[in-house]
Every structure is written in structure tokens, then in C-alpha cells.
């Protein structure tokens, strides 16, 4: 069984690029998460959807900051305007309603 | 609002001695879960255990058991004869029971285990 793919895993953008991260769930799984992990804050909720829909945004960004997880594809969280404060590793979760989330191996972003 | 402290932030072992990582957590919810993942160097979170807050069995697997006291609000993870292996980061992390909250970890800063030969 392949496990949440994330891709890609390492992204290198200048300040004012646009990042686009991926995550394919685990076979079976249709709820997706992402998080943000920063040197400082440890790991921080960002956005919790199901297929076409957004369930719980509270932990994204106001701005330049959105996700989607559409009914064919996988997941994906896009950061307009990157700026250094951006770069993090973002993880991707998935489970099965009401069950243990499961990562993927995370997109390390660099804003150079 | 809820929160988990992970007030070890360091530990320092030699294989074989036993170890145990503390928790403590705070959630007004009445249903709750609470979760163990473990981040080797290589940077990947990988899934331990998942706890809900009616069972306060402690659970054993393996070299790994955990100890979930509702009482004190805590939920300690323990490592027999650790091994260098077990090197990692350890995340405590709690969730709500209900709906959106359930998708939303809120995990602890972490413990970074070193295990010396």
C-alpha cells in the first residue's frame, strides 16, 4: 500500500514566486491535512478538507495562502508571493473519517 | 483552548536504559484524542499510538508502552531498553472528538531523544 505521496520534496522559489505543493492521499483515505512545521513553532495545523470542500481553515494564513482538494487529483496548498518567512517544511496528512492521521515524508520549501 | 506541553525538550540516553517521554495536556472537550508520532532525521512523522479520552488502558507494544492518566492530564510514552534506533523527535499531539476538531492535531514542540551506543 503506497502511503501519502508528497511531491515535490524539496522546492527552492525566489521571493515573489508562487509555490505549489502536492499530496496524494493513502488509497481509501478522502480527508487531507496540511501542516507547517518551522524551526521555532514546531507543527501548526494549517487546513483540513474533504473532496471539494474546505472543512476547517483556521490555522491558514489571511493571506496569499489556499488549498484545495479537488474531486479527481491530488491535494494541493498554494503560497502566492512567497516570502522568507515562508520557507518550512509542509507536511500533508490523511486518514479515513474519525482515524489516525497518517503524514507523508513533507515538501521542504526554501524562499531564497 | 487547548494545548500540550512537552516540557522535555532534550533527553540524552545509552542504549538500553529505559526512558519515558512526558505529555501533559489541556482541552475543556470531554471527547478527546491524543496521539504519539515519532520524526526520525530522515524528517518523516511516523504514527505510534491514538488514544481516546474513555480508554485509560495503558497500552503496550513491543519495547514501546504508554501510560494515559486522565486525573493529571497526561499521557506518557515509555521506551524500554532503548536502542539508537529510537533517535528521533517525539510529537505529543491532542485532537477534539467531534467534526472539524478532530481534523485539527494540536501537537506538542517535541522531544528530541538521542540514544548514545
Known amino acids: 500500500n503506497a502511503g501519502v505521496m508528497q511531491n515535490p520534496r524539496h522546492l527552492v522559489r525566489r521571493r515573489g514566486q508562487e509555490a505549489r505543493l502536492r499530496c496524494s492521499p493513502m488509497k481509501g483515505h478522502s480527508h487531507v491535512y496540511w501542516y507547517r512545521q518551522l524551526p521555532e513553532e514546531g507543527l501548526k495545523f494549517m487546513v483540513y478538507l474533504q473532496k471539494e470542500n474546505i472543512i476547517d481553515e483556521s490555522g491558514m494564513p489571511k493571506e496569499r495562502f489556499s488549498a484545495e482538494f479537488p474531486k479527481e487529483g491530488p491535494s494541493i496548498l498554494r503560497i502566492q508571493q512567497v516570502v522568507r518567512g515562508d520557507s518550512a517544511a509542509y507536511f500533508c496528512?490523511?486518514?479515513?473519517?474519525?482515524?489516525?492521521?497518517?503524514f507523508g515524508p513533507g515538501t521542504r520549501l526554501t524562499v531564497t | 483552548a487547548q494545548k500540550v506541553t512537552q516540557a522535555q525538550t532534550e533527553i540524552s540516553v545509552v542504549e538500553k536504559e529505559d526512558v519515558t517521554l512526558d505529555c501533559v495536556y489541556e482541552t475543556r472537550d470531554t471527547t478527546y484524542y491524543l496521539f504519539w508520532y515519532k520524526q526520525p532525521p530522515s524528517g518523516e512523522l511516523v504514527f505510534l499510538i491514538r488514544r481516546n479520552s474513555f480508554d485509560e488502558q495503558n497500552e503496550i507494544s513491543g519495547r514501546y508502552s504508554w501510560n494515559f492518566q486522565k486525573s493529571t492530564s497526561s499521557f506518557n510514552f515509555t521506551i524500554t531498553a532503548s536502542q539508537v534506533v529510537d533517535s528521533a523527535v517525539y510529537f505529543c499531539?491532542?485532537?477534539?472528538?467531534?467534526?472539524?476538531?478532530?481534523?485539527?492535531?494540536?501537537f506538542g514542540k517535541g522531544t528530541k531523544l538521542s540514544v548514545k551506543p
Open positions: 499531539a491532542l485532537s477534539g472528538g467531534y467534526g472539524g476538531s478532530q481534523g485539527n492535531l494540536i
Open positions: 496528512a490523511s486518514s479515513v473519517r474519525g482515524y489516525e492521521q497518517y
